[in-house]
Nanobody
Framework: VQLQASGGGLVQPGESLRLSCAGS????????MGWYRQAPGKERELVAL?????RRYAASVEGRFTISRDSKGLLSLQMNSLKPEDTAVYYC?????????WGQGTQVTVSS
């Protein structure tokens, strides 16, 4: 499984961004996908996950971020009402069997 993340950028507080993560290879073997983020000087944290019909979000993004996934392996993260504290490198991941695959990070910067 290979993952390619895109969609990061620089936005002002209150604006929106949509991240995408395109999967290729043995995507039929994927049983879970999600997003982590890592801010400078902080540990990587789970932002959102999608497993079957289950969606889970970090408390800090609940109600502002929406994770979605289609049958072709495209994972999206719609991020609304962005805050400066959302600034981080965002990484998508996929779980297939006992393997976890990672996409390259995409930078999200929220600043006025």
């Amino acid at each position: 499984v290979q993952l390619q993340a895109s969609g990061g950028g620089l936005v002002q507080p209150g604006e929106s961004l949509r991240l995408s993560c395109a999967g290729s290879g043995r995507i039929f073997s994927i049983n879970g996908m999600g997003w982590y983020r890592q801010a400078p000087g902080k540990e990587r944290e789970l932002v959102a996950l999608s497993t079957g019909s289950i969606r889970r979000y970090a408390a800090s993004v609940e109600g502002r971020f929406t994770i979605s996934r289609d049958s072709k392996g495209l994972l999206s993260l719609q991020m609304n009402s962005l805050k400066p504290e959302d600034t981080a490198v965002y990484y998508c991941y996929a779980v297939a069997g006992d393997q976890t695959y990672w996409g390259q990070g995409t930078q999200v910067t929220v600043s006025s």
